[in-house]
């Protein structure tokens, strides 16, 4: 029985339920065809073609047989983190896209790739176009650690690494090198438990996913034998969830180099925990403590590779040496206070780590779009109040350019939802006015025509799409991506 | 057809042996990857005999308290109930029952949440990221349908989000 037989017989199930609708409007709509340009239906721009911004989109179509919604996108290709972010061992979770692609498909929505809003058009110059204005452009900077030393090479940002083998142009030069034998990725949430596996799993187990080749080839030619995960603070704040730390604790030809010391206390601390963070401890508890089954012991010992967490560190500075990485200082921490508040307060000890590879994964980070919107540069987040944005009738905001760079995709789907539900009332009430008619894409492609910028529509997406599949099929691989922009227009206009 | 009949009376003993094996072990593991088992049978048995088996009646309560009774066939997941029936649960079955999310999460009474048999450690895993998880909540993708679960009540949570702790948000 294959795994992947069953997947896709399973995928064809779905959309036939799930289209249900959609077809629906569909066939409502088969009538005028594609929503006409001059409609006076109440039309919506949603910014950013990520989890967030199809979620919301998915939304209002469904909650009303009028409104039209574009999407433009900065690249050419569509979806965002679920393209560039989620692991390419997590195939499961880029379903989603089947959902995403169906909305893309909907008679009253329309997809612009390859437009850079706050560039090639204006906040403003949407603002005179559509009725609202949804902003989920998401967090494509990232936190950097401040310390001495992060700008030497051997030195990433996480969002570059993960950019990198997962195929974001802007990432493709990154080639990082792999040829020291430990690590160091700094955070401990699910970024960096992807950037560690990805480091570490066996070639096998990656060349049958969507990672780039120049990546895998890259990856199975690293020297990486060793990845330590580094945190501020002790396993009972750890950020990362069960899942991705189960697929460590089984991961192939690996095993788990865990401090004792570092886990004193944790069990009795445990009984008034939730669920949740319980078992999590209960799963690091029994990796770092628990004297393994003799199969289990015998795995561990011809594991060529090691991965731990090293709790109660932070970074003091990235040591040189010959001009690149050589080792990471870091700083001892004790805990003050408990539980999710506790916080870490300095020892005034160091210690030096030996590393050639350094990853900061400390978070992602918003940036402003366009200075006519308001931005908390403080919290990196557009201020706003239930996907409104303050201060800025018709614009709103959702995904992690609202609620800050947290959560999963099921997380972002809801508070899009909730997004959607705002501008909806907004509309009911009559605090959204959408009595006057306004162009719509028709104004705004006329202005990028002006600009020399050619959209990338959904249907150039799909002749990408079809290119990336059938070049992955060579190599049974889902799909080869395209790395270059230039390459991606190219495809879609051919 | 003679070839049509053993198999399925193949079938209904292994069964039989295994005591609804498809409760018991709801889940196959192949390569990290976890599949309902019942999608198996399924296919299997829609290929024998699509109207052989009687259809089970389940009563769903959405997120506005509204009861909504449907019928599903043995073997579907209540995940595939939802899809056949083209229920309207925003949202539900994000990851399309492949153990990837949360957002198919449901809640049984305590007796009911008994006859569903055990969970696995992978359903475990993403319970734990529901929004309000009670004692006896399951992934709706993980629980098959039998006929000794007729007419029971599943309760769509009220909001389907997960909360993972995630400080940097990956998948």
Same mark, same amino acid.
């Given at each position: ?20 609708w ?5 066939? +409502? &709509?088969?009538? =005028? ?6 409609? %006076? ?6 910014? $950013?073609? !990520? ?114 083998y997962? +195929? &974001?142009?802007? =990432? ?6 792999? %040829? ?6 700094l $955070?401990? !949430? ?30 199975a ?5 060793r ?29 788990p ?13 445990l ?51 010959g ?49 006519s ?5 403080r919290?990196a ?25 947290t959560?999963?995709i ?23 006015d ?5 162009p ?15 959209a ?39 | 057809f ?33 599949f ?30 509204e ?18 029936e ?19 999460h ?66």
């Amino acid at each position: 029985m294959s795994g992947h037989r069953l997947l896709s017989s399973r995928l064809k199930l779905w959309t036939s339920g799930r289209s249900g609708w959609m077809s629906r409007l569909h066939e +409502g &709509l088969s009538g =005028c065809g594609r929503a006409s340009f001059s409609s %006076s239906n109440p039309k919506i721009c949603v910014v $950013g073609s !990520g989890p967030a911004g199809f979620y919301t989109a998915q939304h209002l179509l469904k909650a009303r047989q009028d409104v039209e919604v574009d999407i433009y996108e900065r690249l050419p290709v569509p979806f965002g983190l679920v393209r560039f972010g989620v692991a390419p061992d997590h195939p499961e979770v880029k379903n989603v896209i089947n959902t995403f692609t169906q909305t893309a498909s909907h008679a009253r929505c329309n997809f612009y790739g390859n437009v850079n809003v706050g560039k090639d058009v204006s906040i403003d110059e949407l603002r005179r176009a559509y009725h609202a204005i949804v902003l989920s452009y998401g967090a494509e900077g990232n936190r950097s650690m401040g310390v001495p030393g992060e700008n030497l090479p051997g030195v990433y940002s996480a969002k570059d690494f993960v950019g990198w083998y997962n +195929g &974001l142009p802007s =990432c493709r030069e990154l080639t990082p090198d792999l %040829s020291c034998d430990t690590a160091v990725i700094l $955070g401990q !949430g699910n970024v960096a438990l992807d950037v560690a596996r990805i480091l570490l799993a066996p070639t096998k187990m990656l060349k049958s996913t969507d990672i780039t080749q120049p990546a895998l080839d890259a990856l199975a030619q690293s020297r990486v034998r060793r990845v330590l995960i580094v945190g501020r603070r002790g396993p009972l704040q750890i950020a990362c969830t069960i899942k991705e730390l189960r697929e460590m604790v089984n991961l192939p030809d690996c095993r788990p180099e865990m401090v004792a010391a570092d886990f004193e206390g944790v069990s009795e601390a445990l009984k008034d925990v939730p669920r949740p963070r319980k078992r999590l401890t209960e799963l690091m508890l029994k990796t770092a403590l628990e004297t393994p089954g003799e199969k289990e012991q015998e795995r561990r010992s011809k594991a060529s590779r090691s991965w731990g967490f090293r709790f109660f560190r932070s970074p003091v500075e990235v040591l040189a040496s010959g001009g690149r990485a050589a080792g990471i200082r870091l700083a001892v921490n004790r805990l003050e206070g408990s539980g999710d508040g506790a916080q870490a307060v300095l020892t005034g000890e160091v210690e030096d780590v030996p590393c050639g590879l350094v990853i900061s994964s400390i978070g992602y980070r918003s940036l402003p779009i366009d200075e006519s919107v308001p931005f908390d540069s403080r919290r990196a987040v557009i201020p706003n109040s239930m996907g409104r944005v303050q201060q800025a009738a018709g614009l709103y905001c959702s995904g992690w350019v609202k609620t800050g760079p947290t959560g999963v995709i099921a997380t972002t789907m809801n508070n899009s939802f909730d997004t959607a539900r705002s501008l909806l009332e907004d509309m009911d009430s009559g605090a959204l006015d959408v009595s006057s008619t306004r162009p719509g894409s028709q104004s705004i492609s006329a202005l990028l025509a002006e600009r020399g910028v050619k959209a990338v529509t959904f249907s150039g997406w799909e002749k990408i799409d079809d290119v990336e599949t059938r070049r992955g099929e060579v190599s049974g691989k889902p799909r080869e991506k395209l790395l270059t922009v230039q390459e991606m227009l190219q495809v879609a206009r051919s | 057809f003679v070839f049509s009949q053993a198999v399925h009376s193949a079938l209904r003993s292994f069964r039989f042996f295994s005591g609804c094996t498809f409760i018991k072990t709801p889940t196959h593991v192949e390569a990290g990857k976890v599949f309902p088992l019942c999608l198996f049978r399924l296919s299997l048995k829609s290929i024998l005999n699509p109207h052989r088996a009687e259809k089970v009646t389940v009563h769903f309560v959405n997120r506005d308290g509204e009861k909504i009774t449907v019928k599903g066939s043995p073997g579907d997941s209540l995940l595939d109930v939802v899809i056949n029936e083209d229920l309207d649960f925003d949202g539900f079955g994000a990851c399309e029952g492949t153990l990837a999310c949360s957002t198919c999460h449901l809640i049984f009474d305590e007796e009911t949440y008994k006859k569903l048999g055990p969970v696995t450690d992978e359903e475990m895993d993403m319970l734990d990221l529901a929004y309000s998880l009670t004692d006896t909540s399951r992934l709706g993708c993980q629980v098959c349908l039998s006929k000794s679960l007729e007419g029971i009540v599943a309760r769509v949570p009220e909001t389907i989000s997960d909360i993972r702790q995630s400080k940097d948000g990956s998948s």
